[in-house]
């Protein structure tokens, strides 16, 4: 049985017209929060659900949330994955909504190529808040922003939200200046870095170096026991991300990876049964036939298999 039929089998019809019932399901569940509260980010234009093994593979990196980090550079994570994957969607909007919701997370810092970008997904993440019926009725104190003494939002801008329970997200370009961010007592415990490089048409190994260096100095050090996710696709040949592709397939291990203690997951459009036979990562959005009329093009290298063929 797939982990999308165990979840729905454990859902108690029950327990969904109770706040209480509907939180205790899902407390250390982010699929069964995802199917009670967001679940149409999960369906097809036809209204169909259905998950691929990949989504699979994070939703058990999630669960592992609700158990503190003990030690240094202890929870980092890279999530390579074909383009239309649903990885904003997941990593942005459902793992952190369920971690917020449930305490499991205090302080989100969420970085893209460009400070617009990080701005979209942070209101997308404030949408679901301000008109999702049962988020608002479950979670009041996430829903409802912090506000001072003097009655003025504590916090609810494009780049932040502060909620009246404590919990925050922040959204940044990849340059920003962001050096000792705190909120309240805390420093980000979760630091989600999307698509932090931008495409090819204005992207350089010189500015993959910078971009790196800011990485390394600048993100990743707010906090060092922080969970960090890494995730996106190719833009290059010898990006930030091609590095880490080439460091899951075992070919070739930048300095930086090692030294940042990265675990990557490198997601490809095709796999292969023990028979030789070929099958779809996601079969219910891409069937053989597409992959097939594809594969042959350098836009499916880059795009789906993020092992982009060099110009020349």
């Known amino acids: 049985m797939t982990m999308l039929k165990e979840t729905l089998s454990r859902i108690d019809p029950r327990l969904l017209g109770m706040p209480e019932g509907r939180r205790l399901m899902t407390r250390l569940d982010p699929l069964a929060f995802a199917l009670i509260y967001l679940r149409e980010h999960l369906t097809d234009e036809n209204g169909q659900l259905s998950l691929s093994t990949v989504h699979e593979d994070w939703i058990r990196e999630a669960r592992s949330w609700v158990n503190p980090v003990r030690e240094n550079k202890g929870s980092r994570r890279a999530y390579i994955a074909p383009r239309s994957m649903g990885k904003s969607t997941w990593w942005q909007l459902i793992f952190p909504m369920w971690a917020a919701a449930h305490g499991h ?22 949408t679901e808040l301000d008109n999702n019926p049962y ?6 104190g996430l829903c409802t922003p912090a506000r001072r003494s003097t009655g003025v939002s504590d916090a609810d801008r494009q ?26 007592h805390y420093r980000p415990d979760l630091l989600i870095l999307d ?42 040949p010898g990006s930030i991300i091609h590095d880490l592709v080439k460091h899951a397939a075992g070919r070739e291990t930048e300095a930086w990876i090692t030294e940042e203690k990265f675990q990557a997951h490198h997601a490809k459009p095709i796999l292969h049964r023990d028979d030789g036979t070929e099958y779809s990562v996601w079969p219910e959005k891409w069937t053989m036939d597409f992959l097939n009329q594809e594969r ?11 092992d982009p063929m060099g110009y020349d």
């Open 195 to 236: 698509d932090i490089e931008p495409d090819e048409s204005s992207y350089t190994a010189y500015l993959k170096k910078k971009r790196l260096t800011t990485v390394q100095d600048s993100i990743l050090a707010l906090n060092l026991k922080a969970r960090v996710i890494l995730v996106g696709t190719v833009t290059m």
């Open 159 to 184: 780049d932040m939200y502060v909620s009246a329970n404590g919990f925050a997200f922040s959204a940044h370009g990849a340059d920003s200046e962001i050096l000792g961010m705190k909120v309240r």
């Open 105 to 126: 997370i205090h302080y989100i810092a969420a970085f893209s190529a460009s400070a617009s970008q990080a701005k979209q997904k942070l209101r997308d993440f404030k």
């Open 296 to 306: 042959h093009f350098r836009s499916f290298a880059k795009n789906f298999e993020n």
């Open 135 to 140: 988020l608002r009725a479950d979670y009041p």
